[in-house]
T-cell receptor
């Protein structure tokens, strides 16, 4: 069974304090690893897709990396507006392309 | 940026009643999905839909659930006889092609079954 596990469950940072979120996955034939941001009462908002080990993508203060077993979302010098739940999801080979298996998310709080 | 639109934002219904959740995917998209998120739990895949038929469905998507694209713009999820455990946030999503890049999600419909 495909599984995605995120850690920590919650992370509290001071503004400017860099850190990383972890996503471990057990997926048959990974086709894509996705990172989403979710604000309270809203749908997931796309951040990144990673396809192969060693790949990295950046967007503003966020950088996502991928290995054969896990992905990291690095947050550099975060601001209060980065506070949200960050979701990791995987698409496995042999399933329809839109079937994502999600982790439970990391709730990030950035204090001014 | 184009959006996936879902209506209503909140729906309250009595157990055993039928509900229809509505979605307007992004206009040039071809693939459509429903996901749900029970409070405090993971986002879960329900069904994918392409070319007017279901591509894949999860174990959750039993005979009580159905999907339809009644016209060129709407995509609906029907729950025939709601149960208490159907209470969740339901998200519609769409993608222009196979999910090589990203899935666009709507803001969701919060369904409460009493």
């Amino acid at each position: 069974e495909d599984q995605v596990t995120q850690s920590p469950e919650a992370l509290r940072l001071q503004e400017g304090e860099s850190s990383s979120l972890n996503c471990s996955y057990t997926v048959s034939g990974l086709r894509g690893l996705f990172w989403y941001r979710q604000d309270p009462g809203k749908g997931p908002e796309f951040l990144f897709t990673l396809y192969s080990a060693g790949e990295e993508k950046e967007k503003e203060r966020l950088k996502a990396t991928l290995t054969k077993k896990e992905s990291f979302l690095h947050i550099t010098a975060p601001k209060p507006e980065d506070s949200a739940t960050y979701l990791c999801a995987a698409n496995a080979g042999g399933t329809s392309y839109g079937k994502l298996t999600f982790g439970q998310g990391t709730i990030l709080t950035v204090h001014p | 940026e184009p959006e996936v639109t879902q209506t209503p934002s909140h729906q309250v219904t009595q157990m055993g009643q039928e509900v229809i959740l509505r979605c307007v995917p992004i206009s040039n998209h071809l693939y459509f999905y429903w996901y749900r998120q029970i409070l405090g739990q993971k986002v879960e895949f329900l069904v994918s839909f392409y070319n007017n038929e279901i591509s894949e469905k999860s174990e959750i998507f039993d005979d009580q659930f159905s999907v339809e694209r009644p016209d060129g713009s709407n995509f609906t999820l029907k729950i025939r006889s709601t149960k208490l455990e159907d209470s969740a946030m339901y998200f519609c999503a769409s993608s222009p092609d196979r999910v090589y890049e990203k899935l666009f999600f709507g803001s969701g419909t919060q369904l409460s079954v009493l």
